[in-house]
């Protein structure tokens, strides 16, 4: 069983930041990919930024420029820079994974981290 906890969240004022950060604790083989999500319209959840299992990274148009993903070599920490915030940032932020356990893939989602940007 892996376990995502998400910090940073919290209030920032309109072109402040936030760092995000997702401690990955538990067993897993490999990481295929490492991503933040955040929620959207009604249950949906939109990817903000990913890594795949090669390094190469993916935004989300709305966040392009703005936000940045790392993280570490040994994938137990997740991290989202997020530059230049706005009011339409404000939502509820997920880590998420995809691991080989040894016994199959699984993707795991952490509990989320709220970021409010007031208007």
């Known amino acids: 069983q892996v376990q995502l906890v998400e910090s940073g969240g919290g209030l920032v004022q309109p072109g402040g930041s936030l760092r995000l950060s997702c401690a990955v604790s538990?067993?897993?083989?490999?990481?295929?990919?490492m991503a933040w999500y955040r929620q959207g319209s009604g249950e949906q959840r939109d990817v903000v930024a990913l890594?795949?299992?090669?390094?190469?990274?993916t935004y989300g148009d709305s966040v392009k420029g703005r936000f940045t993903i790392t993280a570490d070599s040994d994938s137990r920490g997740i991290y989202l820079q997020m530059n230049s915030l706005n009011p339409e940032d404000t939502t509820v932020y997920y880590c998420?994974?995809?691991?080989?356990?040894?016994?199959?893939?699984?993707?795991?989602w952490g509990q989320g981290a709220r970021v409010t940007v007031p208007s």
């Open positions: 998420n994974m995809i691991v080989s356990t040894g016994q199959g893939t699984y993707e795991y």
């Open positions: 538990g067993r897993f083989v490999r990481a295929y990919r």
């Open positions: 890594i795949n299992d090669v390094g190469s990274k």
